[in-house]
């Protein structure tokens, strides 16, 4: 009869185990591309809550293009299982996503005269690492705050050849501007995965 | 026999649940201030898997009393916990750390010829709020990059008498820069907990 019970005591343990790990895995899926049709990206809603791993000031075509133009503060974050990931390997795993967020930049005569912090919401892209792209690497852009797309087709042609062709050349692991982004900078270091001249 | 078998699994069902319970409790610490001897802060360790609550360039005192300085970028990161319960509520819970990181700026003549993006740590400090002290918040200075301390005394004196009355006279919510930080201004907007004037 002891035995017995305890035997069941036992089956109850493992059943209320396994029930536990499905709700657990339920209420957090993973991090990664959220899509729609397939290839097409729903904008992350909660990407302020992913890792950032680095910014800039004026860091864009635009300012290159045209230096009189005010400049906007950039900020990219990662998906947090991603971020984990390159820490360890100083590589992205595939379902890697890259958030790039531009915002308009205020001044503040109390702190500094000089200084600049990040005000409103410009505009919103993205970067995934899918291999089920040709170039193992897709991008989105969700336009200008005003009207941000919840779904944003992956970009073709000429306009994400482009993409590729500056994140192949110009960025300092894969096809990602770890340059600019110190800890992974770090770490890809460790790993020796930064591309030679970085 | 059948219903004293289901009652062992009922049993066993709850047991299992508060293990996992437990177990789960126990891998996932809280994420606010690690005290030593009481009061004085070991330096968060995983501050930059936090959230990016915003950040500046040249937005400093220092920048302010020598305008001709280089400047820096901040970054401010705030235990998720924290700032989960900020964005339901517009204040600020006990136990939250704000950590204020200060960068280098670097440039890149490819992407940008005046853009900035974020080089090297410079130096560190951190704002917990905790009731138990008289202004119900304590600064700590970190240091530089070159010798960060791994665990800093709280500001007193004179030294933390600066800090809070800047805290208190030009910050938008308690005493932090949230008009520097664009999510969680809206949020404070949302919950009518802005000072006015902000």
Redesign the interface.
């Known amino acids: 009869m002891f035995a017995?019970?305890t035997m069941?005591?036992?089956?109850?343990?493992?059943?209320?185990?396994e029930?536990?790990?499905t709700v657990?895995a339920q209420v957090r899926p993973g991090d990664g591309p959220r899509y729609v049709n397939g290839s097409s990206l729903a904008r992350p809603t909660d990407y302020?809550?992913w890792?950032?791993v680095?910014?800039?000031?004026?860091?864009?075509?635009e300012?290159?293009r045209n230096?009189q133009a005010t400049?906007r503060?950039g900020?990219v974050?990662v998906n947090?299982s991603a971020?984990r990931s390159f820490m360890q390997t100083g590589v992205w795993p595939n379902g890697t996503v890259l958030v790039l967020e531009s915002?308009f930049a205020g001044t503040?005569e109390?702190?500094?005269?000089?200084?600049?912090?990040?005000?409103?919401?410009r505009a919103l892209e993205a970067e995934v690492k899918d291999s089920r792209f040709p170039d193992g690497w897709a991008f989105y852009n969700f336009g200008t705050a005003d009207a941000l797309r919840d779904v944003a087709e992956p970009l073709a042609g000429e306009e994400v050849q482009r993409c590729i062709t500056c994140h192949t050349e110009?960025t300092a692991v894969e096809r990602t501007f770890v340059?600019?982004y110190?800890?992974l900078l770090e770490a890809a270091r460790q790993k020796g995965t930064v591309k030679p001249g970085f």
Do not use: C, M
């Open positions: 017995k019970k069941s005591v036992v089956i109850g343990l493992a059943f209320g185990a029930f536990l790990i657990w302020r809550e890792v950032y680095g910014g800039g000031l004026g860091l864009t075509y300012q290159s230096p400049p503060f900020n974050f947090p971020y915002r503040d109390f702190v500094s005269n000089n200084g600049k912090f990040q005000g409103a919401l110009h340059q600019f110190p800890t």
